[in-house]
């Protein structure tokens, strides 16, 4: 496997989870990933997976190239699975010209920010189709747009949702510490896990946050994650005057117990793969209020797990943070149904099933 994913976030969350689970007695599993990412190199090795940590950039990729080279030569992988639309601008090319046979690329997300290089990004998307010998898609949406845009044929592609452990959110209420974070026992808590990023929509998050503590003073905000954007929101915070009821609590190995002292998550992204911030708190039996994007619409269900808000639209998203805030059996009946609804469709289990089926079928092709 390769991915390209600087700092830990979801995609590392789902290398760790597809490389941890698969059966080791049918796969051996490598991954590369950047050199930096210490937590997933961590979590790899914790898991008795080889980590190749590798001096890897969005664009320049010269050196990386050169590793995984090497790589595919000592070990002649019968699959390379590339993860990461930055690392699939490359690495597919790579693995095809050194000759492994079997190529499996999951995007999570085909959206750039430059949206000027739009097109020829997705000119260099369908050339690199050609090297693709199974594309798995997040979600319908994305499937649906990588067709329709002809990037690559339906034949290949395959949509496998990212699924997650429930059992670590199997947790009592208020198991975070509360006085450690100066949150008033009287304090409902809202909270968004993700990078601090364009992304991700933590300026949107603020300005919700204002409106909401207009009408609801007693209300703490929480922003679980580091980014790009971390000192430019924390200085926003401060312009809108609400940095008292903000607490930006960078990279967490505890989000379970936060999710647990949490009352609503919410995620405010402009685009989406398929967040795990979703199906956590689905685990945690928390309601969510989430913008209306691919992913996240197939996650949520409107009205019954929580609410879905367009894209940018920062008084809708306030609007529905304050409908339950205002309303705790609201709370309670949509986190039991994301809860079911979680175990109906994304647990871990059901997605390395999936992709384990995936590999079979391309092996036992390349085997006939």
Known sequence: MLVYEPHHSG???????????????????????????KETI??????????????MHKLRNSKAACRLIAVIRDSRPHILHVHSQEAGLW?????????????????????????????????????MGLFTHRL?????????ELIRKRIISARKTVVIYNGIASTPFEI???????????????HKIITQIGRLSVQKGTRYFLEAAKMVLEERPETTFLLVGEGPLAEEMR???????????????????DVPAILAATDICVLASLWEGLPY?????????????????????????????????????????AEKI???????????????????????????????????????????????
């Not at 798995?136 to 649906?144: E, T």
């Not at 926003?236 to 008292?244: D, N, V």
């Not at 871990?348 to 092709?365: A, G, N, P, Q, W």
């Open 11 to 37: 995609q590392g969350r789902h290398i760790l989870s597809l490389a941890g689970g698969l059966d080791k007695s049918k796969y051996e599993v490598r991954v590369m990933c950047p050199a930096g990412n």
């Open 42 to 55: 961590e979590g790899l090795e914790k898991l008795g997976i080889m980590a190749i940590p590798t001096p």
């Open 91 to 127: 690495a597919r090319a790579v693995g095809w010209l050194t000759g492994v046979k079997m190529i499996v690329y999951t995007p999570h997300t085909v959206k750039i920010r430059q949206k000027r290089w739009q097109g020829a990004y997705e000119m260099w998307e369908r050339l």
């Open 136 to 144: 798995i898609a997040l979600n319908d949406g994305q499937r649906q």
């Open 172 to 186: 009592l209420s208020g198991a975070l510490n509360r006085n450690s974070l100066a949150i008033l026992s009287s």
């Open 235 to 253: 200085l926003y915070a401060e312009t809108l005057g609400i940095s008292p009821q903000v607490r930006f609590l960078g990279w967490r190995d």
């Open 277 to 317: 911030t979703l199906l956590e708190a689905m685990a945690a039996r928390k309601p969510v209020v989430a913008t209306d994007t691919d992913g996240s619409r197939e996650v949520v269900e409107e009205g019954r797990t929580g609410f879905l808000v367009p894209p940018g639209d920062v008084p809708a998203l």
């Open 322 to 368: 304050l409908v339950l805030l205002g309303d705790g059996e609201l709370r309670r009946e949509m986190g039991k149904e994301g809860r079911e609804r979680l175990e109906k469709h994304f647990l871990v289990e059901v997605m390395i099933e999936k992709v384990e089926e995936v590999y079979d079928e391309l092996i036992s092709k390349k085997l006939a």
